[in-house]
């Protein structure tokens, strides 16, 4: 069975900051990976997947994440947070060649500090 | 459009009694799912339904629950003879299909938050 692994769970950043969100997979075969945030008060949406291909996959609001097979590792990428960046954010995968269960990790509460 | 749907928000109930929470899915998405999020953890995987029918049940943690979806739309979790272990935000989602080897991006509902007390 897959499983996520998320090292960081709470991260506080100054406004302008950069952001790296670790995240690890372990699965034997090939997978989709997925990042979702959380925004408080809200439903967990959808940040950005990988399927295939490109292994730097661009999302929503300037995110971006590398998929780097060699390190079961998706990192989650920003280049200057915003304080509305506030938010718990989710590493997810999926195996391919299966339906679609996906296991989340545990999350990361990123607080941007004005 | 509208997104998905879920009552209640808040169920508070006792030890031992009976509950239901529903899942109004996004108009069209064939495929539907339920989560559990326990506090200070990701959304832990529960049932997966496409169409009618639960293609992956595996989630379930024991025979107190159960999840239908009689016409392919709207679906009920059901918990029997709840624990205080039962506590938890419950989340469905949905997406448009659901194909091997095919992720389809899942849109979340508010989650209702269920206390046993």
């Known amino acids: 069975a897959q499983s996520v692994s998320q090292h960081n769970h709470h991260v506080i950043l100054s406004e302008a900051a950069s952001l790296e969100l670790g995240c690890n997979y372990s699965y034997g075969g090939t997978v989709n990976l997925f990042w979702y945030v959380q925004y408080p008060g809200q439903h967990l949406q959808l940040l950005l997947k990988?399927?295939?291909?490109?292994?730097l996959v661009k999302g929503i609001k300037g995110f971006e994440a590398e998929f780097i097979k060699s390190k079961f590792s998706f990192n989650l990428r920003k280049p200057s947070v915003q304080w509305s960046d506030t938010a718990e954010y989710f590493c997810a995968v999926n195996p391919t060649g299966g339906y679609q269960k996906v296991t989340f990790g545990t999350g990361t509460k990123l607080q941007v500090i004005p | 459009g509208a997104g998905v749907s879920q009552t209640p928000s808040n169920k508070v109930t006792e030890k031992g009694k009976y509950v239901e929470l529903r899942c109004d899915p996004i108009s069209g998405h064939t495929a539907l799912y339920w989560y559990r999020q326990s506090l200070g953890q990701g959304p832990e995987f529960l049932i997966y339904?496409?169409?009618?029918?639960?293609?992956?049940d595996s989630g379930l943690p024991n025979d107190r629950f159960f999840a239908v979806r009689p016409e392919g739309s709207v679906s009920t979790l059901k918990i029997q003879r709840t624990e205080r272990g039962d506590s938890a935000v419950y989340l469905c989602?949905?997406?448009?299909?659901?194909?091997?080897?095919?992720?389809?991006?899942?849109?979340f509902g508010p989650g209702t938050r269920l206390t046993v007390l």
């Open positions: 339904f496409q169409g009618t029918g639960a293609a992956d």
């Open positions: 989602a949905s997406s448009l299909a659901s194909q091997q080897g095919y992720t389809d991006t899942q849109y």
């Open positions: 990988y399927f295939s291909g490109d292994p």
